[in-house]
């Protein structure tokens, strides 16, 4: 068989509409809540049903405003452009504010805003729980919380597909709370993560939404099966505008290090397992690493108890605390893709969009290649290292 393809390539201009609440206390501290506009088609859930809900979060916030509140930090609400061509809008932007994003303390991400009842998040393992406390705080269209559909549905998925959604290196997370993903790639949260180290979240509502991308998704799609009355959008606007209203206020920001540590170790076992497997007596020994990610635990331990404690320099630990992700990023970036600097998330080379975790080190071991392994592995080490002793920098 034989396509021929027909690509239509020319320079265009795109837009990005930034919005900017400058912060009254620190407006160096960027919290930035985006979106993207443009559409394959019509586009009603992908991006319109985000963006109608963005919208609605801005209106929320032009009333309090009104009403005489202003931010502590600057809060930004973007309309990306570009974002199917390849994530070129928010891309543009994030490598041209780089400067100022080394101090943004989080990008709050919302794609496909609602094609169904199901809440799902995602986000580095410093913002889960922040994402499952503000989850506590909005009503859902279905009765209680969106915090508590959310866990009752995902507790029926597990008990019919014990397996599912439950891949080994989440188990930790899976344990006692609603699970909140990984970052992988296909939206605008990845130049902030991926390439400069600012903590993000993704949320989303979903369901059958067996139309994405085509021109069968339009309004009469959303208005007969997507969110007929409009709930769902609703209880989106009211997720998104309070991420982005806790963090642009709240004194201390509210980073789980602990999390972060526990997370990567079981990052770390899953790869040795894996290592073992594939290479055999020439899998690299994981012990410095592991003891990396502990004294990263033990760090992020030590500094959740400063986060708590009223008498402390907030501003100070707010340094510390934003500098440790970006001590995450690998000087060298990935092996033939530098531009993707985070050693514990990026997009897999050949998994579309599902993230690949510690993925210096589990590309290395899928190719087989044990020295690419080895070297790997040392740079991990060492990038969660830097990690741990920002966190212990703080006294
Ligand atoms: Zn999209």
Excluded: C
Excluded at 160 to 165: A, G, K, S, V
Excluded at 332 to 351: K, S
């Amino acid at each position: 068989m034989k396509i021929h393809l027909k690509q239509d390539y020319q320079y265009r201009t795109i837009w990005n509409v930034v919005g900017k609440i400058p912060g009254t206390q620190s407006p160096d501290e960027w919290v930035i809540a985006g979106n993207h506009r443009d559409a394959w088609v019509y586009g009603a859930v992908d991006p319109n049903s985000g963006t109608a809900a963005m919208l609605e979060a801005a209106h929320g916030i032009g009333e309090l405003l009104k009403s005489g509140w202003k931010p502590k930090r600057t809060l930004m609400l973007a309309s990306w452009d570009a974002e199917e061509e390849g994530l070129i809008g928010s891309t543009e932007w994030a490598e041209q504010h780089d400067k100022e994003l080394a101090r943004a303390v989080a990008y709050f991400n919302m794609d496909v805003g609602v094609s169904g009842p199901n809440f799902s998040a995602s986000a580095v393992p410093s913002l889960k729980q922040f994402v499952r406390e503000v989850t506590k705080a909005v009503s859902s269209p279905a009765g209680g919380t969106v915090f508590e559909a959310w866990k009752e549905r995902r507790s029926r998925e597990s008990a019919r597909e014990p397996n599912r959604e439950e891949p080994e290196n989440n188990r930790v997370a899976a344990t006692s709370e609603v699970r909140v993903g990984d970052l992988g790639s296909g939206s605008d949260f990845t130049a902030f993560l991926q390439h400069l180290g600012v903590p993000a979240t993704d949320i989303s509502s979903g369901g059958d939404y067996g139309v994405y991308h085509s021109a069968f998704d339009n309004f009469a799609w959303f208005k007969k099966f997507g969110d007929p009355t409009f709930a769902y959008e609703q209880q989106m606007a009211r997720v998104f505008g309070l991420e982005a209203l806790r963090m642009a206020d709240v004194d201390v920001l509210p980073y789980d290090y602990e999390n972060y540590g526990r997370e990567i170790s079981s990052y770390l076992e899953s790869a040795q397992k894996k290592s073992v497997e594939k290479l055999g007596k020439k899998a690299p020994d994981y012990g410095a690493a592991l003891t990396a990610a502990r004294r990263m635990m033990a760090a992020g331990a030590a500094i959740a108890a400063k986060q708590k404690d009223p008498s402390v320099d907030a501003a100070k630990l707010n340094r510390v605390l934003r500098d440790t992700e970006a001590a995450l990023l690998l000087p060298q970036g990935l092996p033939n893709r530098p531009w993707f600097r985070h050693a514990i998330y990026a997009p897999g080379e050949y998994t579309g969009y599902a993230a690949v975790v510690i993925p210096g080190v589990n590309e290395a071991i899928d190719a087989g290649d044990e020295a690419r392994t080895q070297q790997q592995l040392a740079a991990l080490t060492a990038a969660i290292n830097r990690a741990a002793e920002k966190l212990e920098s703080f006294r």
